[in-house]
């Protein structure tokens, strides 16, 4: 097994300074070795070819450039750790350590990894990135007739917004739109709402004592379920679970 370290940020210039190691780590692979990257180290790896048609993971704050430079690569920032054909990968930062656990449960047993949890004071079923991402949009990308709706659904996502009327007001059909908003964020435009109402939310939940219903009506949903499904599926946690984690006044919560 190889195991890259992450790269410095400036990718381009990282992965072109590097070759003969890419060069030699894809070689490595395609005679059987398997490999685990650490956060940006996916970089190395996809400019090597082989995470062509594969999923990885990365970071989230570098999911943008990530999707730049690689679009053959199925990224998929949520997820903590990935596996795949031999190849594991992780979300960043301090969540190596979790990687490590993953490959000790692989490679020997779990009692093993729950040995070397318990020491190194890891915890050892996290699975998700998604509970430490935070949404800053998808704007690095050149179709300024998305750039603007993206704009408007920031200004606007409290209130009900219908993208057929987004569109319209664009002067683009509805289709269109929808392929062309999915091409420029690789989100959907109700996908993209959802997440600007969600990191809304997560910011008054860690900064406010408000309660669960009066955050939901403020970031623009009615309905408490739908809400909590969303929020759950977009951060990993149900609202209480992140007000919980996240505000240092919860204990005056009731």
């Known amino acids: 097994m190889i195991i890259p370290a992450s790269l410095i940020r400036s990718y381009e210039t990282a992965s072109k300074n590097n070759k003969l190691l890419i060069d030699w780590v894809a070689k490595q692979y395609i005679e059987g070795a398997e490999i685990a990257s650490m956060c940006a180290g996916s970089f ?3 400019s090597s070819g082989i995470l062509a048609g594969k999923t990885c993971s990365t970071h989230w704050a570098f999911s943008e450039k990530f999707r ?3 679009p053959d690569v199925n990224l998929q920032t949520d997820q903590l750790i990935t596996d795949e054909n031999g190849i594991y990968t992780n979300g960043g930062a301090y969540s190596f350590l979790n990687l490590l656990m993953y490959l000790v449960e692989k490679f020997y047993d779990r009692p093993t990894a729950i040995h070397c949890a318990k020491y190194f004071q890891i915890d050892l079923d996290r699975n998700l990135q998604a509970p430490f991402s935070i949404f800053n949009g998808h704007k690095k990308h050149n179709d300024e007739i998305i750039l603007k709706a993206q704009v408007f659904i920031e200004e606007n996502y409290r209130d009900k917004i219908s993208m057929a009327n987004v569109s319209a007001y ?17 989100l959907t435009p109700l996908d993209y709402l959802q ?3 969600i990191e809304a939310s997560k910011k008054m939940f860690e900064t406010t004592r408000k309660n669960v219903s009066e955050i939901m009506y403020e970031v623009g949903y009615n309905d408490a379920k739908a809400f909590r499904d969303v929020f759950s599926r977009v951060t990993g946690l149900s609202p209480l679970d992140y007000k919980s984690k996240y505000n240092k006044d919860n204990k005056f919560f009731h």
């Open 44 to 46: 190395m790896l996809a």
């Open 68 to 70: 730049e430079l690689y």
């Open 170 to 186: 664009l002067h683009i059909g509805r289709r269109n739109f929808d392929r062309r908003f999915i091409k420029a964020t690789g």
């Open 195 to 197: 997440r600007v109402r």
